[in-house]
């Protein structure tokens, strides 16, 4: 009973799109360790950019940074 947990900043992700990510994740496992799709588990978590950082700064304000073009 495979569980995937994907994390990605609250920047706009679609229904759409997450629903796409849900499949891929879970082809991936059916192709690659043969586990049944019925019982593969997939969960999205949005984090808010404030709260995610790289290098440690948060996303928040490297996206302003590279909006303001500095």
């Known amino acids: 009973m495979p569980y995937v947990n994907i994390k ?18 879970t082809q991936l496992l059916v192709d690659v360790l043969g586990k049944n799709p019925k019982t593969t588990f997939v969960v999205i978590e949005e984090v808010d950019t404030d709260n995610w950082g790289i290098a440690g700064e948060p996303v928040t304000a490297i996206r302003a940074r590279e909006k303001s073009g500095a």
């Open 8 to 25: 990605i900043t609250r920047e706009g992700v679609t229904a759409e799109q997450k629903q796409r990510l849900m499949q891929g994740a």
